[in-house]
């Protein structure tokens, strides 16, 4: 949920039935933002990647059969994540998880986020909450990668420092 400000708040820890829980709205940036709970029976959940530690996690979401566009769209948002936050990943603050959402076990992923192509989000886990935005911009500019670059960094570094502490 996205406050007038733009901060992040999370929602209630999982139910306790391996639901995924959420709510999303749009922040001015036009990235879409989620906070929800997710159930650690999937190995590539926020909470399960982290071991329930506060840290961001930077998913690449795809389905099973992926064009040349969308490898370059993965190849662009690892590149960034690497060539910018190499000491977070080094440290554990920051997980990279590339994920096949039509595999039954992530399916919460397609279904949660509405997901149809390929996407870049960010999972931010806090105090054993969860806050996602989904990096909608990516794919208008893959063509310009610098562009890509500045984005696909600022979304990042807006989701370590968003209040309420960061990752």
């Known amino acids: 949920v996205v406050s007038g400000s733009g901060s992040v708040q999370s929602a209630p820890e999982a139910n306790g ?36 530690k506060d840290a961001l996690v930077v998913y ?12 370059k769209l993965e190849a662009l948002a690892r590149a960034a994540v690497e060539n910018n936050f190499a000491a977070e990943l080094a440290d554990g603050r920051m997980k990279w998880a590339e994920v ?7 399916a919460h992923f397609k279904k949660t986020f509405k997901l149809s192509f ?18 909608e911009k990516t794919w ?15 979304e990042i570094r807006a989701m370590l420092t968003a209040p309420g502490g960061g990752a």
């Open 118 to 135: 390929s996407t870049v989000m960010l999972a931010r886990v806090e105090g054993g909450k969860v806050s996602t935005r989904t990096c």
């Open 140 to 154: 208008e500019l893959m063509y310009d990668e610098f562009q890509f670059e500045t984005y696909l960094v600022g």
């Open 100 to 106: 096949d959402y039509d595999d039954p076990v992530h």
């Open 17 to 52: 039935s391996g639901s995924v829980q959420a709510a999303h709205a749009v922040s001015g940036s036009g990235s879409v933002q989620a906070a929800h709970a997710v159930s650690g029976s999937d190995p590539v959940s926020p909470l399960a990647l982290t071991s329930g």
């Open 60 to 71: 690449y979401l795809h389905g099973n059969s992926r064009c040349k566009t969308c490898l």
